[in-house]
Every structure is written in C-alpha cells, then in structure tokens.
C-alpha cells in the first residue's frame, strides 16, 4: 500500500505564455508587409515595399520603446508605461523577426535568371546577420527567466548595446538620407527627429531624478 501525499498537485504542463505585446507588433508587421506587397500586385517590387514598411514599423516601435519607460516613470498616470517586462522593446524585436523573415524566406528559393543568381547582396547579408544577432541579444536582455540565469547586470549592458546600436541604426541612415543625393523621403527626417526625441527623454528623466533630493 503505498501513501499518497494529497498535497502535491500534478498539473497540466503548459505552454510559455507569449507576451501581449509581441502577439500585437507581430500581427501589425505582417499586416503592413501584406498591405505593401499587395499594393504592388504581389511582385519583386511588392517585396521591396512590404519590407521597407516593416523597417519604418520597427522605427516606431522603437521610438514607443524609448519614450515609454521615462514617461511611465516621471508621470504617474503613465505608470504603467514602465513596465519592468519593456512590452515595447519586445514588440520591436517581433517587428525585425518579420522583417527578416520577410526579407529572406522570398530569397531562399530565388532561381538564376539565366544571368546571374537572383537573391539578396552580399552587404546585406552582412547585414541581416549582424542585425539579427544584436536583435537576439536584445531579446535575451528583456527576457526575465534568462536574465535570472545571465544576471541582471550582464542583462543590461546587453541592454544598452543593442539600444545603441538601432538608435545609431536610425539616426546615421536618415542623416545619410538627409545629406546624400536621394530622393526626397520624409521618412529619414522624421526618423532623425524621433532618435533625438528619444535621446532627450532619456537625458530629461536622468536629470531629473538627479535633481530630486531624497526625503530625510
């Protein structure tokens, strides 16, 4: 006869709960890639469309995420912008998951048209391939059951370089944009502005909190 200790309580294995946030980003890249390339009649030229649209998704995604966590924690009806889970910055590694997804998957089964091999350069397979690591980093960096294994202070300087590493991503392509003989896009200007935004949220909340003297 064996003894049954009715405390324990055999539950049902269940599956990881994906955040709300990259469900929702996810969903909006897939639709703005969808909208892009069918407004193109679903040709090469749809692709580059889709593509360009999620990256500039990404831009204010991206933005959301800079300006959320000093606005949650300097207004306090925005608290919940200050989310300790970074939602936005979750969401925006959903965005760049599509953007490469749809970025390679049309490559992978390109065909020489007699001429050459149709597919992506070699620049931009560098650039994927960095871009996407980085991405990786980040999502490692605001996933709390691995940061609980890395460290919270490894989290954060994963954090913070791959932080760095998009805003100059968005601010050195506008002003290339700006600068050099393109055609006339708004988009890089706009893109400017918002890095620079973001950046004086940052410095703003810092002050701030500086100034503050603590209670005695």
């Known amino acids: 006869m064996v003894a049954l200790d009715h405390s324990v ?19 909006l890249a897939l639709a703005v890639f969808a909208a892009g390339f069918a407004l193109r009649g679903f040709s090469d030229n ?32 925005l608290r919940r912008l200050a989310d300790p889970d970074r939602p936005m910055l979750q969401g925006f590694c959903a965005v760049l998951a599509v953007y490469f997804a749809a970025l390679l998957l049309p490559n992978l089964f390109a065909v020489s048209d007699g001429i050459r091999p ?10 994927i391939f960095f871009t996407g690591s980085v991405t990786l980093v980040m999502a490692a960096a605001v ?8 460290g919270e202070k490894a989290c954060r300087t994963m954090l913070g370089l791959s932080v760095i590493y998009f805003w100059l991503c968005y601010s050195l392509i506008g ?15 706009v893109s400017v502005i918002l890095m620079v935004a973001g950046l004086l949220a940052r410095f703003t909340e810092h002050f701030i909190r500086g100034r503050r003297v603590p209670a005695l």
Do not use: K
């Not at 149709?118 to 650039?127: E, K, P, Q």
């Open 9 to 27: 309580h055999f539950d049902t294995v269940r599956a990881p709960r994906v955040p709300t946030a990259i469900l929702v980003c996810a969903a």
């Open 46 to 77: 749809g692709l580059r469309l889709g593509t360009q649209v999620v990256w500039r998704l990404g831009t204010l995604v991206f933005f959301g995420a800079l300006v959320a966590g000093p606005a949650g924690r300097l207004v306090p009806a």
């Open 118 to 127: 149709v597919g992506i350069s070699a620049g931009m397979t560098i650039f």
């Open 143 to 150: 996933n709390r059951s691995l940061c609980a294994q890395f």
């Open 175 to 189: 002003l290339a944009h700006i600068s050099g003989p393109h055609r006339p896009d708004a988009y890089y200007e």
